[in-house]
């Protein structure tokens, strides 16, 4: 029984969880299919950890509060991805409860675990439950729970332990995706073998090097001679291709020019973005975002002070070698046709023709599944529009060539598919545009390709500067859209926020 932890020995519990997870690596990497599956997460909070240990190590004593800063300070220098951010996050609320005090009493234990995950959440734009971030809320909270009871720091951080291993259990419950490929959350792992390495200091216990991995990740959910998690997704499912991480060195001179208030900035980075971290002290901001555009998230941060230790990734590059691994490895096909064949067809597809990025999204925005890059002066060919309707995957295809000269070729295209596709012969974008409007995924293909004909006839057009016609076309179909979002997603008013 022990009823405190000193500094040294709370030096030691971080180097071993740090340790603990090194062991593990590559198995929380096979686990790594949220939120983007890259297979980085267990190399990303090894990193992180790793540099909060370098620290530690530099400042061994007996006051565990300042032990506890260091570790956080230096999580923070070297968090990398989304797992190593939130993780340093969790240890930089766990430090801010502990402040002052030399030694750690069960109940301060519970609540360094509980401030953790306040300040973690805090930090996320979006918190998602199924992840790190519910693994270790649960845990905190019955640690709590446990402390109230009992005033042995042993036996509380025995059922931290047991608890985070059954949040882990429960991940795939909460988080589709892991469902669907088969693993429990690979954050939320790591953070049970970091917790492993904590236990086994404070039991005088010594983990194996080569442990083996327990019946959550192993016997149940993934078995790693066979495949990586990774090859049940698709490249082309990552929206935003880059992991941009960039750290600020606060300057006084541009915080004048630019008042800093993280809120602001964290939602002003979520309009280019996901999966997005803004954390700061008096003189550092960390970001963490998956964004298009890696530059304009350097321009903006570059706002407050000198960017230091800046990291992009390609994400898509990192997928595609993954499934080039599994497959040179296990002999496996991880094809993007094996993916897309394992995806129940939806009930409507809609396919489009429209020029430049914008008409392009306003056509998404309304629900077309599929927008071929086309209009009057490039005409998809037949294969291009079969190609698109293979592309949308489902048994009923609605076709929109919002142009004449694409008409017959749509109308080829929809003769040989397998599926049941119409067309609807829309010859500008504001007929398309009208047409989609005028969808309701409550009816039959034939009543929609009805209702949408008629809608053509109602739009007359003319020559204006694109600009402008995007912009009157949202401003006269605004009420429309809203209307069609609650019909197409089946949402009640209440639901909507605005």
């Given at each position: 029984?022990?009823?405190q932890?000193?500094?040294?020995?709370?030096?030691?519990?971080?180097?071993e969880?740090?340790?603990?997870l090194?062991?593990?690596?590559?198995?929380?990497?096979?686990?790594?299919?949220?939120?983007?599956?890259?297979?980085?997460?267990?190399t990303?909070?090894n990193?992180s950890?790793?540099?909060?240990?370098?620290?530690?190590?530099?400042?061994?004593?007996?006051?565990?509060?300042?032990?506890?800063?260091?570790?956080?300070?230096?999580?923070?220098?070297?968090?990398r991805?989304?797992?190593?951010v939130i993780l340093?996050?969790?240890?930089?609320?766990?430090?801010?409860?502990?402040?002052?005090?030399?030694?750690?009493?069960?109940?301060d234990?519970?609540?360094?675990?509980e401030?953790?995950?306040?300040?973690?959440?805090k930090?996320?734009?979006?918190?998602?439950?199924?992840?790190?971030?519910t693994?270790?809320?649960?845990?905190?909270?019955?640690?709590?729970k446990?402390?109230?009871?009992?005033?042995?720091?042993?036996?509380?951080?025995e059922?931290?332990?047991?608890?985070?291993?059954?949040?882990?259990?429960r991940?795939?419950d909460?988080l589709?995706?892991?469902?669907?490929v088969?693993?429990?959350?690979?954050?939320?792992q790591?953070?049970?073998?970091?917790y492993?390495?904590?236990?086994?200091?404070?039991?005088?216990?010594?983990?194996?090097?080569?442990?083996?991995?327990d019946?959550?990740?192993?016997?149940n959910?993934?078995?790693?001679?066979?495949?990586?998690?990774?090859?049940?997704m698709?490249?082309?499912?990552?929206?935003?291709?880059?992991?941009?991480?960039?750290?600020?060195?606060i300057?006084?001179?541009?915080?004048?020019?630019?008042p800093?208030?993280?809120?602001?900035?964290?939602?002003?980075?979520?309009?280019?973005?996901?999966s997005?971290?803004?954390v700061?002290d008096?003189?550092?901001?960390?970001?963490?975002?998956?964004?298009?555009q890696?530059?304009?998230v350097?321009?903006?941060?570059?706002?407050?002070?000198?960017?230091?230790n800046?990291?992009?990734?390609?994400?898509?590059?990192?997928h595609?070698?993954?499934?080039?691994?599994?497959?040179?490895?296990?002999g496996?096909?991880?094809?993007?046709?094996?993916?897309?064949?394992?995806?129940?067809?939806?009930?409507f597809?809609?396919?489009?023709?429209?020029m430049?990025?914008g008409?392009a999204?306003?056509?998404?925005?309304?629900?077309?599944?599929?927008?071929?890059?086309?209009?009057?002066?490039?005409?998809?060919?037949?294969?291009?529009?079969?190609?698109?309707?293979?592309?949308?995957?489902?048994?009923?295809v609605?076709?929109?060539?919002?142009?004449?000269?694409?008409?017959?070729?749509?109308?080829?295209?929809?003769?040989?598919?397998g599926?049941?596709?119409?067309?609807?012969?829309?010859?500008?974008?504001?007929?398309?545009?009208?047409?989609?409007?005028?969808?309701?995924?409550?009816?039959?293909l034939?009543v929609?390709g009805?209702?949408?004909?008629?809608?053509?006839?109602t739009?007359?057009?003319?020559?204006?500067?694109?600009?402008?016609?995007?912009?009157?076309?949202?401003?006269l179909?605004?009420?429309?859209?809203?209307?069609?979002v609650?019909?197409?997603?089946?949402?009640s008013?209440?639901?909507?926020?605005?």
């Open positions: 029984m022990a009823k932890i000193e500094g040294k020995q709370l030096a030691y519990m971080f180097i969880g740090a340790a603990n090194s062991r593990h690596v590559k198995v929380v990497d096979a686990l790594n299919v949220f939120p983007v599956p890259d297979g980085d997460t267990g990303n909070m990193l950890i790793t540099s909060g240990v370098k620290e530690v190590k530099l400042a061994i004593q007996d006051d565990s509060s300042k032990v506890a800063a260091s570790f956080a300070k230096g999580l923070l220098m070297g968090a991805g989304n797992s190593g340093s996050q969790l240890f930089r609320g766990f430090s801010k409860h502990v402040e002052g005090k030399a030694q750690i009493s069960a109940t234990l519970a609540q360094a675990f401030s953790g995950v306040q300040t973690a959440y930090a996320v734009m979006k918190p998602v439950e199924g992840t790190i971030l693994v270790a809320k649960d845990a905190a909270k019955h640690s709590m446990i402390a109230k009871k009992h005033d042995d720091v042993i036996y509380v951080m059922e931290t332990l047991k608890e985070a291993k059954e949040s882990l259990k991940t795939p909460l589709p995706v892991l469902k669907e088969g693993v429990v959350d690979s954050g939320g790591g953070l049970v073998y970091i492993e390495g904590f236990l086994a200091v404070l039991k005088g216990e010594e983990l194996s090097d080569v442990s083996p991995v019946e959550v990740s192993m016997d959910l993934v078995k790693m001679e066979h495949h990586n998690a990774q090859s049940h698709a490249t082309e499912d990552i929206e935003f291709g880059f992991c941009t991480e960039v750290m600020v060195r300057e006084d001179d541009k915080i004048r020019k630019h800093y208030v993280e809120s602001d900035f964290r939602e002003e980075l979520s309009q280019i973005g996901d997005l971290l803004v700061s008096d003189d550092l901001i960390k970001v963490h975002i998956h964004a298009e890696p530059g304009e350097l321009t903006k941060a570059q706002r407050y002070g000198e960017l230091i800046i990291k992009i990734e390609n994400m898509r590059e990192q595609t070698h993954l499934l080039d691994e599994t497959k040179e490895a296990y496996q096909n991880t094809s993007q046709d094996v993916v897309s064949k394992k995806k129940e067809k939806s009930e597809g809609i396919v489009t023709v429209a430049g990025d008409i999204n306003l056509f998404k925005g309304l629900g077309a599944g599929v927008v071929i890059e086309g209009g009057q002066t490039m005409n998809p060919s037949t294969e291009d529009i079969v190609n698109a309707i293979e592309e949308v995957h489902a048994e009923k609605i076709i929109l060539p919002n142009n004449g000269n694409i008409i017959m070729a749509a109308e080829q295209a929809a003769e040989v598919v599926e049941k596709a119409i067309v609807v012969p829309s010859k500008t974008v504001p007929q398309g545009l009208a047409a989609l409007l005028s969808f309701n995924p409550t009816q039959g034939e929609n009805g209702m949408m004909k008629d809608a053509l006839s739009v007359k057009s003319g020559k204006l500067p694109m600009p402008y016609v995007t912009q009157i076309l949202m401003e179909t605004l009420k429309k859209t809203i209307l069609w609650l019909l197409r997603r089946k949402l008013a209440q639901d909507l926020t605005f």
